[in-house]
């Protein structure tokens, strides 16, 4: 059974939505963090460097694969080389089936915050209503307790949403939501960085924030943070990007959307930290401690640090409602593309209804993601996203470098980006693809394997690591696998890209 293939409606539809997928929760509270423990305004240096030299190169090898072979992660990669479908698989299957199931559960914890704004419900101590009030933590990740209702019932909310978006097809569903969500998250952003800038105290913020300490950027932990934060917020190794490029017209200006959606995604980062590091600054000075004293990162910054600010501002309720709302909005914008990237890929390689899979992929996910809305949560949520970004995103990023760059034509992909852009790509982007990006990418993974070797991650056992990290991602390799070895019930496998059907 042959399947029509969706197309967006404009170049602009597909940009939205590439940016929709970068731009992630990462983007709002681990960005800004990263840059102020890194050097602050010197971090930028490292930043800009790995988004030239790895960033923009591999998210431009991953919308020229899809764009060219006219697929999904699995079905681009048999078309290039048919043992390596597996990769694809692994890709999807790993981000579906596990970045997306606590994702949408970190989303259901911002809209539950977004609406204990309004009364400020976390009171004073913000710590102890998070951790112990809303999560009901329990003792370790051993101890999984009983499922958190109020958390549950937003998460279905958020599956709902989910399905509902990717269920009404490319133009009208996932490229409608973005042209809504992104014009939106960019308005609320900006009124939460021009309030912040007005509050006493956001000056030390932004100086804490960007000053410059050049001696920090000598230190080799700060590039690698630099490569990595790249890495995990352009959404590379996700097949994401893929699957959204196969969706482009014939004629499409790649390089372009490229160069737009990496500068887009990079430039809110560093404007987002802009309203984070003012508020941070806002209550230092409430509070007459130091920056030191109050920022903390990732979660701890969002659900504590932001909330105890919330309650010492005038106005506070409303503030936070706008904040959370922005993590909503970041977080489906997100959650909408890992799940068309599976979507995508099952409809290729099996040719079933569309809509029967999304139905079937968003209940089986919603499912999947009960676990970490226990008691126990949390300290899963940890583990697993651990072990699938600091392995499983790296491995895939330097399998298709691998892939494309020595066991394909990469020439003949870079001729089809510059017969269609207006920005043309010259030799080093070979260089970057073959050699350059898998060096700086074996450098990470094995530094991380060395400082896991050295002792368990945060603490948690060996038996916690193995059965709950470990565990995970090696029963998505072998789902992976699995699925590849199936016949493909499509004639796609066949086609061949764009250029081959040129002859």
Same mark, same amino acid.
Request: glycine share 10%.
């Given at each position: 059974?042959?399947?029509?293939?969706?197309?967006?409606?404009?170049?602009?539809?597909?940009?939205?939505?590439?940016?929709?997928?970068?731009?992630?929760?990462?983007?709002?509270?681990?960005?800004?963090?990263?840059?102020?423990?890194?050097?602050?305004?010197?971090?930028?240096? /490292? %930043?800009?460097?790995?988004?030239?030299?790895?960033?923009?190169?591999? *998210?431009?090898?991953?919308?020229?694969?899809?764009?060219?072979?006219?697929? #999904?992660?699995?079905?681009?990669? +048999?078309?290039?080389?048919?043992?390596?479908?597996?990769?694809?698989?692994?890709?999807?299957?790993?981000?579906?089936?596990?970045?997306?199931?606590?994702?949408?559960?970190?989303?259901?914890?911002?809209?539950?915050?977004?609406?204990?704004?309004? $009364?400020?419900?976390?009171?004073?101590? /913000?710590?102890?209503?998070?951790?112990?009030?809303?999560?009901?933590?329990?003792?370790?990740?051993?101890?999984?307790?009983?499922?958190?209702?109020?958390?549950?019932?937003?998460?279905? &909310?958020?599956?709902?949403?989910?399905?509902?978006?990717? %269920?009404?097809?490319? $133009?009208?569903?996932?490229?409608?939501?973005?042209?809504?969500?992104?014009?939106?998250? *960019?308005?609320?952003?900006?009124?939460?960085?021009?309030?912040?800038?007005?509050?006493?105290?956001?000056?030390?913020? &932004?100086?804490?924030?960007?000053?410059?300490?050049?001696?920090?950027?000598?230190?080799?932990?700060?590039?690698?943070?630099? %490569?990595?934060?790249?890495?995990?917020?352009?959404?590379?190794?996700?097949?994401?990007?893929?699957?959204?490029?196969?969706?482009? /017209?014939?004629?499409?200006?790649?390089?372009?959307?490229?160069?737009?959606?990496?500068?887009?995604?990079?430039?809110?980062?560093?404007?987002?930290?802009?309203?984070?590091?003012?508020?941070?600054?806002?209550?230092?000075?409430?509070?007459?401690?130091?920056?030191?004293?109050?920022? !903390?990162?990732?979660?701890?910054?969002?659900?504590?640090?932001?909330?105890?600010?919330?309650?010492?501002? /005038?106005?506070?309720?409303?503030?936070?409602?706008?904040?959370?709302?922005?993590?909503?909005?970041?977080?489906? #914008?997100?959650?909408?593309?890992?799940?068309?990237?599976?979507?995508? +890929?099952?409809? $290729?390689?099996?040719?079933?209804?569309?809509?029967?899979?999304?139905?079937?992929? #968003?209940?089986?996910?919603?499912?999947?993601?009960? =676990?970490?809305?226990?008691?126990?949560?949390?300290?899963? &949520?940890?583990?697993?996203?651990?072990?699938?970004?600091?392995?499983?995103?790296?491995?895939?990023?330097?399998?298709?470098?691998?892939?494309?760059?020595?066991?394909?034509?990469?020439?003949?992909?870079?001729?089809?980006?510059?017969? =269609? !852009?207006?920005?043309?790509?010259? #030799?080093?982007?070979?260089?970057?693809?073959?050699?350059?990006?898998?060096?700086?990418?074996?450098?990470?993974?094995?530094?991380?394997?060395?400082?896991?070797?050295?002792?368990?991650?945060?603490? %948690?056992?060996?038996?916690?690591?193995?059965?709950?990290?470990? $565990?995970?991602?090696?029963?998505?390799?072998?789902?992976?696998?699995?699925?590849? !070895?199936?016949?493909?019930?499509?004639?796609?496998?066949?086609?061949?890209?764009?250029?081959?059907?040129?002859?």
């Amino acid at each position: 059974m042959e399947h029509k293939r969706g197309q967006w409606s404009s170049e602009l539809g597909f940009l939205l939505a590439a940016v929709g997928s970068a731009i992630g929760l990462g983007n709002i509270w681990r960005f800004s963090y990263m840059a102020y423990e890194n050097g602050g305004g010197a971090f930028l240096v /490292p %930043y800009l460097v790995a988004l030239l030299t790895a960033g923009i190169p591999l *998210l431009l090898l991953e919308f020229a694969v899809g764009h060219e072979r006219i697929g #999904s992660a699995p079905l681009a990669y +048999a078309k290039i080389k048919k043992n390596w479908e597996w990769l694809g698989w692994w890709a999807v299957t790993f981000v579906m089936f596990g970045i997306e199931l606590y994702y949408t559960v970190v989303i259901a914890w911002c809209f539950k915050f977004f609406l204990f704004s309004f $009364d400020l419900s976390w009171g004073a101590d /913000p710590n102890n209503f998070f951790f112990k009030e809303f999560l009901i933590l329990s003792d370790g990740p051993s101890t999984i307790g009983s499922i958190r209702i109020p958390i549950f019932s937003a998460l279905a &909310l958020i599956w709902a949403v989910n399905w509902f978006i990717v %269920y009404r097809g490319i $133009d009208k569903g996932i490229e409608l939501a973005n042209k809504i969500f992104m014009p939106l998250l *960019l308005i609320l952003t900006a009124v939460l960085v021009f309030w912040a800038l007005s509050l006493d105290g956001a000056m030390a913020g &932004l100086r804490a924030y960007l000053t410059p300490d050049f001696s920090k950027i000598a230190k080799p932990k700060v590039w690698i943070d630099a %490569y990595s934060q790249i890495f995990f917020t352009l959404s590379l190794g996700f097949g994401i990007m893929i699957a959204y490029a196969s969706y482009l /017209p014939e004629k499409s200006n790649i390089s372009k959307s490229t160069f737009l959606t990496a500068l887009i995604n990079s430039g809110y980062s560093i404007f987002a930290g802009f309203a984070t590091f003012s508020i941070l600054g806002y209550m230092a000075k409430s509070q007459g401690v130091e920056i030191s004293e109050v920022v !903390s990162q990732s979660i701890g910054l969002a659900f504590v640090a932001y909330p105890k600010a919330l309650t010492l501002l /005038p106005g506070g309720n409303i503030f936070g409602a706008i904040f959370f709302l922005c993590l909503v909005v970041a977080g489906l #914008s997100s959650s909408i593309s890992i799940i068309e990237a599976f979507v995508s +890929a099952i409809v $290729d390689k099996f040719g079933f209804s569309r809509k029967k899979v999304i139905t079937i992929v #968003s209940l089986l996910g919603f499912l999947g993601s009960i =676990i970490f809305t226990s008691q126990g949560g949390l300290f899963w &949520l940890d583990i697993v996203d651990h072990f699938l970004t600091h392995y499983g995103l790296v491995v895939v990023g330097i399998a298709e470098c691998i892939l494309v760059g020595w066991f394909f034509d990469l020439e003949m992909i870079r001729e089809h980006i510059n017969k =269609i !852009s207006s920005i043309k790509i010259g #030799s080093w982007w070979g260089f970057l693809i073959r050699i350059f990006i898998p060096v700086v990418l074996l450098i990470i993974l094995a530094g991380d394997l060395y400082t896991e070797l050295r002792k368990p991650y945060e603490g %948690y056992s060996w038996s916690s690591i193995i059965f709950i990290g470990v $565990d995970w991602v090696l029963a998505t390799l072998i789902a992976a696998f699995l699925i590849a !070895s199936r016949p493909w019930n499509t004639a796609r496998r066949h086609e061949g890209g764009r250029a081959d059907n040129k002859g």
